[in-house]
């Protein structure tokens, strides 16, 4: 996460469908309330099977209605929190439609005819649903469509998931850099503590040669669900095991056995939650943003963590929020645990903000 792009206030504008609108799906009750987190995740909508159907001319009936909703919002997003604008939203509508229809292009061209029937992966009214959900509730794009596309992956994602972030990908270059210097590490058990959706430990069970192998853990029940079901879409089970606990609690029978650790844990201070932006802030689990007062609750203990669960010469690399944070936990190392590791550096990520604390352990 990056915490300018987060920490942002937020409002949600509530009258953005006008009586046209509303006209246009009146036969159908539509409701802007989404299920609670399931406990059984879903294939990203792009990936289900085409069993629906509906007219083109339904569905471009269904498009106009979602265009007029999009251009609705103007700036209001952005001038109230940052949030995306038409033209981002008019993007997203593009990007549902492609996953959403089996073949999207008829819709895009007049000349075909209006009775043509059009295979879909989802409901038409449940399309109506989703895109008032994008727009009214703030619902993230990625929880509409049930994915996010990161590094080479396409990773399933739901409410009570954190959607993984770009500059997270860097952990899995960093772990990529050092176990290609090193066969021990390479075939080394690692750790990915608050997994998530399974992002960053998925990306390391691929760059692990054949001994090598990962355990990803999360106190989240619906994140421990949603990675496990990553981690077998990717055909990895036998090299990523995924447990639920508290931080290292699952791990007490690997301590001093653990040759890399990384995580990307909760780090926004609490004072901040309220100001994010809505599609974060109102969606996206607080148990995943949440860092204590300052932020540096869950670093701390972590670091404390690493001096215990690493073998000698075992690497680490965690995310931050920026530098404030990278030079109090450089400080806290350098200071509680002076004798137990080195080589400690702060790695800024692709926007140039120091991002990541990396070292070895002695
Ligand atoms: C910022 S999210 C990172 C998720 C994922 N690694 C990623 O980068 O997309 C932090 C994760 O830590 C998990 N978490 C929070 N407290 C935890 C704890 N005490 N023990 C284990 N995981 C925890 C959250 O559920 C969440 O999945």
Redesign the pocket.
């Given at each position: 996460?990056n915490l300018s792009s987060l920490a942002r206030a937020s409002s949600l504008s509530t009258s953005l469908a006008s009586r046209t609108l509303h006209r246009s799906i009146a036969r159908r009750p539509i409701s802007c309330f989404y299920s609670p987190p399931s406990i059984n995740p879903k294939t990203p909508l792009f990936l289900r099977p085409p069993i629906f159907t509906a007219t083109l001319s339904d569905l471009q009936k269904w498009q106009n209605w979602a265009k007029t909703l999009a251009s609705s919002v103007g700036s209001s997003f952005t001038d109230s929190d940052n949030g995306p604008d038409s033209e981002i939203l008019h993007r997203e509508l593009n990007w549902l439609v492609q996953d959403a229809l089996e073949n999207p292009n008829p819709l895009f061209h007049m000349e075909s005819k209006f009775e043509t029937v059009m295979k879909l992966r989802v409901d038409l009214g449940d399309l109506y649903t989703l895109w008032k959900q994008r727009i009214e509730t703030r619902r993230p794009f990625q929880y509409v469509v049930g994915c996010e596309h990161w590094r080479d992956l396409v990773l399933s994602v739901e409410e009570g998931?954190?959607i993984?972030?770009p500059e997270?990908e860097l952990i899995v270059d960093l772990v990529y850099d050092v176990v290609n210097k090193n066969v021990d590490l390479m075939g080394g058990l690692w750790v990915?503590?608050?997994?998530?959706?399974g992002?960053?430990a998925i990306g390391i069970g691929r760059v692990l040669g054949d001994g090598g192998r990962v355990i990803a853990?999360?106190?989240?029940p619906v994140?421990v669900q949603v990675a496990s079901f990553n981690v077998k879409r990717y055909n990895l089970q036998d090299k990523i095991s995924v447990k639920q606990g508290?931080?290292f609690d699952p791990l007490t029978e690997f301590e001093g056995r653990v040759a890399g650790l990384v995580s990307?844990?909760?780090y926004i201070p609490s004072g901040h939650i309220s100001g994010l932006q809505a599609e974060v802030g109102r969606h996206e689990?607080i148990?995943?943003?949440d860092g204590g007062e300052d932020g540096m609750s869950?670093l701390l203990h972590l670091c404390n963590g690493a001096a215990l669960m690493l073998k000698s010469g075992g690497f680490f690399a965690f995310e931050t929020n920026g530098e404030d944070q990278c030079r109090l936990f450089v400080d806290h190392m350098e200071s509680v645990h002076k004798n137990s590791f080195y080589d400690l550096k702060i790695v800024p990520d692709f926007a140039g903000i120091q991002r990541f604390v990396t070292g070895i352990r002695l």
């Open positions: 996460m998931v954190l993984p972030r997270t990915d503590l608050g997994t998530g959706s992002a960053i853990t999360d106190l989240s994140a508290s931080w990307n844990p909760p689990p148990l995943a943003l869950d």
